[in-house]
């Protein structure tokens, strides 16, 4: 089973504070995607990842940024928290559409508060 | 613009009676549709894919779902729901050549025993 672990489940910071959020999957993914999720407006992608060192915008990137140094690690960086962005976090990965469209995996989510 | 939508933000079953969430698309070129569901503190748990092939498609739990080109939808059914079945569905569909999923808003899924 594909298994995708983010490093915490819950998460209370303070505005302005630099927050990092992990995910990791041992599936050996090429794609790695974060997405915001809140009530009445389903999942928004933030930014995703098609290889190591690669990134690229997703639907709602202000405010945030990415690292991927591994193939197997994707970090999401909050540079300036603010409480805007209190939400669930869900991390997700897949392999290469060209593999027949697989589905992508999901984590079990961070729930992020910003006081 | 390419997009997923599920028409209704809940839908109200009892135990035992037939269920049917529904998702209509619009993406260019092949569609390739998903159905995910996801429980109260959960990530997403994927429940079935079309890519091509049968009209029907079986998943996990005993959901099906149908695809249909000419209406555009692929709605998310099961003969007889659980009060298990209860919470948040989502369709998702790849559009274009991307490598980004397109999801719809959810259905709250609410089966009283």
């Known amino acids: 089973d594909v298994k995708v672990t983010q490093s915490s489940r819950y998460l209370v910071k303070r505005t302005g504070e630099k927050v990092f959020l992990e995910c990791v999957q041992d599936m050996d993914h090429e794609n790695m995607f974060w997405y915001r999720q809140d009530p009445g407006l389903g999942l928004r992608l933030i930014y995703f990842s098609y290889d190591v060192k690669m990134k690229e915008k997703g639907d709602i990137p202000e405010g945030y940024s990415v690292s991927r140094e591994k193939k197997e690690r994707f970090s999401l960086i909050l540079e300036s928290a603010s409480t805007n962005q209190t939400s669930m976090y869900l991390c997700?990965?897949?392999?290469?559409?060209?593999?027949?469209?697989?589905?992508?995996?999901f984590g079990d989510g961070t729930r992020l508060s910003i006081l | 613009a390419q997009s997923v939508a599920q028409p209704e933000d809940q839908v109200n079953v009892a135990e035992g009676n037939p269920l049917t969430v529904k998702c209509t698309y619009s993406?260019?070129?092949?569609?390739?549709l998903f159905w995910y569901v996801q429980y109260p503190n959960r990530g997403l748990q994927f429940l079935l894919k079309y890519i091509t092939g049968d009209n029907l498609v079986k998943g996990s739990y005993g959901f099906e779902a149908e695809f249909n080109k000419s209406q555009t939808s692929f709605h998310l059914k099961k003969p007889s729901a659980l009060v298990s079945d209860s919470a948040l569905y989502f369709c998702a569909g790849y559009g274009g050549a991307t490598n980004k999923l397109i999801f719809g808003t959810g259905t709250l899924l609410a089966v009283q025993p």
């Open positions: 993406v260019s070129g092949n569609p390739y």
């Open positions: 997700a990965s897949s392999p290469p559409r060209g593999t027949g469209n697989q589905p992508q995996h």
